[in-house]
């Protein structure tokens, strides 16, 4: 489980490709590899992934066939940042929202809005997708949890503060880039018993009129 309150931006070093697999070498700071081991679960970009062998300063992720095809890790190249979280721990502070790592879809930066006062992002996203996304909710981007601005019926808002653009990749986006989005778990708990129980009324009445 994750916050979403990345902890730092680390740079991939090498990405040693395979037949349906990309094994990700990450450079770490120090305070952010200090006792991890190999099987612990690190968020790169949102992606909750293994950590598989740690050889000084390189932590290495194996990132599999369906995970490229479902998020952005496909499209990183050497020398791209990712943004990194360490999963929670017992007696963490939670800032953010829980989040588990597991990508929903991916959405495409669409505008940028880059002023003195404010760097607003819009993301557009499958329209389905947007019934779990309201005003004011939570979303996971690129492992980020962050607060939903303006919404439309395929678009969605965020205006980011100063810190953090200077904690994460968000910076560095460009219109048509995709980003990870984890959609919040209780939000779309609530969304879908919703659905569900209003369908079967309809469909109890419809059957009562017929």
């Known amino acids: 489980m994750f916050t979403g309150i990345v902890q730092a931006t680390c740079e991939v070093v090498a990405i040693h490709k395979k037949d349906g697999l990309n094994t990700l070498e990450v450079a770490f700071k120090p305070d952010l590899h200090e006792g991890l081991a190999i099987g ?3 968020a790169n970009n949102g992606v909750c992934l293994t950590v598989t ?8 992720f194996d990132v599999v066939e369906e995970t490229l095809r479902l998020t ?10 990712v943004n990194i979280e360490r999963s929670l721990t017992f007696g963490s ?7 588990s790592g597991h990508i929903h879809t991916k959405a ?5 809005s880059h002023t003195e006062q404010h760097y607003d992002l ?3 996203i499958e329209p389905k997708w947007m019934d779990y996304i309201f005003y004011k909710g939570f979303v996971g981007v690129n492992g980020c949890s962050l607060t939903v601005g303006k919404v439309s019926d395929s678009s969605f808002m965020l205006h980011l503060i ?6 994460t990749n968000l910076s560095q986006c460009q219109v048509g ?10 939000t779309q708990v609530i969304v879908d018993t919703v659905e569900r129980i209003l369908a079967r009324r309809f469909k109890e009445q419809a059957q009562k009129n017929g």
């Open 40 to 42: 612990a679960s690190v």
């Open 53 to 60: 062998p740690v050889v000084d300063d390189r932590v290495f």
């Open 72 to 81: 952005n890790l496909a499209d990183l190249a050497v020398g791209h940042r």
């Open 93 to 99: 502070e939670i800032g953010g929202h829980i989040l």
């Open 108 to 112: 495409k930066v669409i505008h940028i």
């Open 122 to 124: 819009t993301l557009g």
């Open 162 to 167: 100063p810190e953090t653009l200077k904690l």
């Open 177 to 186: 880039d995709e980003l990870n989005i984890e959609i919040d778990s209780q």
